[in-house]
């Protein structure tokens, strides 16, 4: 008795954990597995057999992927997932009453198909004939060959064979690694495993290279071993599970340990291990093999069949490598077989996103060339506003010659009084002196000596302006006081004004602000609205000829406008009197270019100028320059 506790303990041990398995680490199965059908049938019921359990990488993906695709189907059946777990238990009547066990659990189940992973497990069934569903159709998958006898024990067995790979991943090793002569075999120490891999060594041997079998050890032997190993070996990890000393290892355990202190690249046999030190190379893909399976198995829940099908490599295996494995071994990229994907990689942009950075470059060379043409544009267009400004200076320069010239006769006479008043003072102060031996009177000779150097200051102050005005120099930006710039025009104008018997008013408000700009250029504005109003009203009756000049601040802007008593300015007018080359004046003495200058000017000065008819007669033309900014005081 005291004999059979072990296995007592370990089939009630399974019991447990297979049903923890089914909730937990099987999610997927609940989900797959509806109720009932909506007409009251009962739904079909596939079980999945598989020789290891859920924590075999293997067994996982193929299962995800076998429930996924018969999930998929129009009428689903219910998907069940079994482990045998043999290579942990061993024990006969373990495996007897394992069989026993499912006959409790699936008692009124409907269990239509049998899916058993392995030869292992189709020989579980063989044994007892299918039981406990002798009547349930079998589609068993195995790679190579089977050893069981299922036409006598299994007769409604089919089943699904995938090709042996082994010679051909052996050969992508020899490609890869064509100095390669010895191929070292790591598997465990079970019966099981022994039975599965026992007869690789004969395997190698047929591709001409020399196996060595490294297997019952423990996990630090095996690294000793492989150190061992000739410099010419690779080492194939043949999914090993217990140790020599009867350890369950798992399932990536023996890969990571030994990689971390290999002396020989290591390569396996499933897709599942790349990642955990080994290079890679043609290998089985679980994912695949699942999805090949589950839709063989709903074609013959419609059609049975008992016919073994096998799968060619190329339709289940991948050809992956890890990237830092090719480096670590020196092995270049161009011995790799075409098509082969190539993982782990470090990013690289120009290789791996060589189309982003074309395009990246692309955009910022035409980012360069767009910003290039608009420098080149702002530079032309500085170029053709420095070139305006220039021939604007040269216009406005000849139209203060053409503006002197009308004023020549005006301010002719107006420089012959104080030059006559001098001469006559001159001449009396003359004529007393040589009249008497005694000097005159002082205060007499006082009062003839300031009246010539008022006369004097009178002219000199007159050519003073005229010469200022018919100075040609480029636009300046210095503050200006637009009251003194009204006050100094009035004074050259008032000659012709007088002349024409039109009476100049100037109405200021005290204390505007400074503008930024060019003294000599505005004046020659105001210059060019006064003769114009000087003109209009002109052409009214005497007595009724005035022009008036006044300055404000308002919104931050200084505004300058003169107002005449003419005619106005009629509608079609209006919208031309600033277009160049457009005159008014009937006698066709004028270009048309005054207005247009004046214009001009004031924009320049970042200001506007218009026109507008007063409501008693007459016009206003009127312009607008934004004051400068206050400077602190000190």
Request: net charge neutral; with cysteine.
């Amino acid at each position: 008795m005291s004999r059979q506790i072990p296995w007592l303990l370990a089939c009630l041990v399974l019991c447990i954990n297979t049903d923890t398995l089914l909730l937990s680490l099987a999610p997927g199965i609940v989900a797959s597995a509806p109720q009932t059908a909506s007409s009251g049938e009962e739904q079909p019921g596939i079980l999945l057999l598989s020789p290891d359990d859920f924590t075999r990488p293997y067994v996982r993906l193929l299962f995800e992927s076998f429930s996924d695709t018969v999930s998929n189907a129009a009428n689903p059946p219910a998907v069940f997932f079994e482990s045998l777990d043999a290579l942990r238990f061993e024990d006969r009547r373990y495996i007897h009453d394992f069989r026993e066990w499912l006959r409790r659990k699936y008692n009124g189940k409907r269990i239509d198909f049998i899916v058993p992973i392995s030869d292992d497990t189709l020989n579980f069934l063989a044994e007892a004939k299918g039981e406990p569903f002798p009547d349930a159709r079998v589609m068993f998958l195995e790679a190579g060959f089977i050893r069981v006898d299922t036409k006598r024990t299994l007769p409604q067995t089919g089943g699904l064979l995938l090709e042996d790979h082994f010679d051909a991943a052996v050969g992508v090793i020899k490609t890869i690694l064509p100095a390669t002569k010895h191929v070292g075999l790591v598997f465990g120490s079970s019966a099981i495993e022994h039975s599965r891999f026992g007869g690789f060594a004969d395997k190698v041997r047929k591709t001409g290279l020399e196996p060595i079998e490294i297997a019952r050890k423990t996990l630090d032997d095996v690294g000793a071993s492989i150190a061992r190993l000739p410099s010419d070996s690779v080492v194939i990890i043949l999914a090993p599970t217990v140790d020599a000393r009867g350890f369950v290892l798992g399932p990536r355990q023996a890969c990571e340990h030994l990689a971390m202190s290999q002396n020989a690249p290591m390569f396996t046999l499933g897709a599942q291990d790349l990642g955990c030190g080994v290079v890679g190379g043609l290998m089985r893909d679980w994912t695949i093999v699942g999805r090949v399976l589950g839709n063989e198995v709903l074609e013959r829940l419609k059609t049975p069949s008992t016919a073994v099908v096998t799968l060619p490599i190329a339709k289940y295996t991948t050809l992956a490598f890890d990237h830092r494995q090719l480096e670590r071994w020196r092995i270049p990229e161009s011995r790799l077989p075409r098509g082969a994907n190539i993982r782990f990689r470090e990013l690289d942009l120009w290789r791996d996103r060589r189309g982003l950075v074309l395009g990246v470059l692309g955009v910022t060379m035409l980012q360069s060339l767009l910003i290039a043409g608009l420098v080149f544009e702002h530079r032309r267009r500085r170029r053709a506003e420095i070139e305006s400004r220039r021939l604007l200076t040269g216009l406005a320069h000849m139209d203060r010659r053409a503006a002197m010239g009308e004023l020549a006769t005006s301010l002719a006479h107006e420089l012959n009084q104080p030059l006559n008043a001098i001469l006559q003072n001159a001449g009396v102060a003359q004529m007393m002196l040589a009249k008497t031996v005694t000097p005159p009177e002082l205060g007499e000779m006082a009062e003839i000596i300031s009246d010539i150097r008022k006369d004097d200051i009178r002219a000199s102050e007159m050519i003073r302006r005229m010469r200022s005005l018919l100075q040609k120099h480029e636009l300046e930006s210095r503050p200006v006081d637009l009251n003194d710039v009204a006050a100094d025009t009035i004074a050259i104008v008032r000659p012709d004004a007088r002349a024409r018997d039109v009476e100049l008013e100037l109405e200021i408000t005290e204390d505007v602000d400074r503008i930024l700009g060019d003294r000599v250029h505005l004046q020659q504005v105001l210059l060019n609205l006064l003769m114009n109003a000087i003109d209009a009203a002109g052409a009214k009756p005497s007595g009724r000829r005035s022009v008036r000049v006044s300055t404000s601040q308002a919104n931050g802007a200084v505004r300058l406008a003169v107002a005449d008593t003419g005619k106005g300015i009629s509608a079609s007018q209006m919208m031309k009197i600033f277009e160049p080359f457009y005159t008014t004046k009937s006698e066709g003495s004028g270009m048309g270019m005054g207005l247009a200058i004046a214009r001009s000017i004031v924009e320049a000065h970042g200001g506007v100028m218009a026109a507008e008819n007063n409501a008693g007669g007459g016009a206003t033309v009127w312009f607008s320059v934004p004051a400068a900014a206050k400077r602190a005081p000190g």
